[in-house]
């Protein structure tokens, strides 16, 4: 049987734009009749995404499959790394989480990861006309060859032919591309069928020269450049950094200000995308070695993949006595998975589900205590929010259980049962569903509580699905006009 038409973007370096590239290919295929299916075979992310059949994969994945019309699975993403506290990793293969104590199991594992892989792959190349693979990092890094699944290691198992992209926007393309091909051996430099240029500014045809320069040292053809796509900021970011970039634009003045304190295993924030984009919002992502902002309506603790480890840096950073003062004020806080867990009098780790068994004690703004387990919750919930009655939906990610006596005043109704808590006086809030906020009518009057405090008149209602969907489409655009599409699916048919 003739293997699928694929084709593998892979990257000269992390965050040359590889997801975004993939999400607006995979859109303008499926514009022209095929079915393309996602696939990135390792990812390292702690912003997950539920799938359709009760797993989680990376955020970016689930960005492609919506872009290609297509229900997500666990096979779109077979492995996936999430951080933890302690330079440790959570281990996800097949959308579920495998038990990793020791270093001796991690091997044993790994080497086991590249047949899951392939297995995955040959499920999804069975659905589609078109796969589109997405590398990670960049193939260049020659000491993580041996076993690689990321990258070549699994192109070259699964014979799929690659296209590789450079940034021009972070300076140095022609060197990093054409370094690229210095350092390849050459079975996997042969694998290249040809390059593509992303996030020009500027006009295209002043790099002529560039592209003549690169294919003379390569021998790789060109197959586009792309222009910087302005309306990027309006898809969910995968990695922390784009997301803070994205965040600084301008707003008007009187904009609510919601404060995000940034801790070093924050997950899922997935959650912020609809606030990024609403123009009557000023989302300020505040980093360690920042104050919590004095004049901000909000503080929002997203999710943590490490919630103990986070309640120490929340402390050390002063941000527990920031918090205080900004309750004192009148100011309101929310707390979502993690976040939520951490607002509570103490988090319980018995078993040592986020390294040594233990616990801390939380920030004590919510009257709740959390005791961390071995079982995940994974499900995609619908409900509503009980003070206004507005619908609600998203999904829940989340080791751990969380009840006490703010938990008899619930935040949501969720398929029929209570979820989350409020304070007595309802300024603090806390549950466990992710993407709220992309339920529009919750926002519109979440956000509409808030602006009681601020002079900005209410806007017109944004439906944050319909801007993700109208970006899709844009996007699609962009690469039809800027890429040879046709070549590139001529090399994905190409695959042996």
Known sequence: MRPAPAVMIQGTGSNVGKSLLVAGLA?????????????????????????????????????????????????????????????????????????????????DIKRSLLSRVLESFSQIEAQADLVLVEGAGSPAETNLRRGDIANMGFAAAAKVPVILVGDIDCGGVIAAIVGTHCV????????????????????????????????????????????????????????ILALGAMARRDKPSGAIRIAVPVLEGLANFDDLDPLRIEPEVDLQLIYPGQALPGDAELVLLAGSKSTVCDLALFRQQGWDIDLMAHRRRGGAILGLCGGYQMLGRAVQDPTGVEGVPGGAAGLGFLDVETVLGEDKRLAGVAGIHLATGSPVRGYEIHLGQTGGADCTRPFLEIEGKPEGALSPDGRVAGCYLHGLFASDAFRATFLGALRKRTELPRQEGLSYDAKVEETLEALADHLEAALDLDEILAIARERK
């Open 184 to 239: 390849l051996e050459p079975d996997d430099r042969n694998r290249i069928k040809g390059f593509l240029i992303n996030r020009f500014r500027g006009e295209v045809e002043l790099f002529d020269e560039g592209l003549s320069d690169i294919f003379l040292r390569t021998g790789w053809p060109s197959l586009g450049v792309v222009p910087w796509f302005d309306r990027a900021p309006d898809l969910p970011a995968e990695d």
């Open 27 to 107: 859109r303008a295929f499926t514009r022209r009749g095929l079915k393309v299916m996602p696939f990135k075979p390792q990812n390292l992310s702690n912003n997950a995404a539920v799938t359709a059949d009760g797993g989680e994969i990376g955020r970016s994945q689930a960005l492609q499959a919506l872009a290609a019309r297509v229900p997500t699975s666990v096979h779109m993403n077979p492995v996936l790394l999430k951080p933890e506290g302690g330079g440790s990793l959570q281990v996800i293969v097949h959308g579920r989480r495998v038990p990793v104590s020791s270093t001796g199991m991690w091997k």
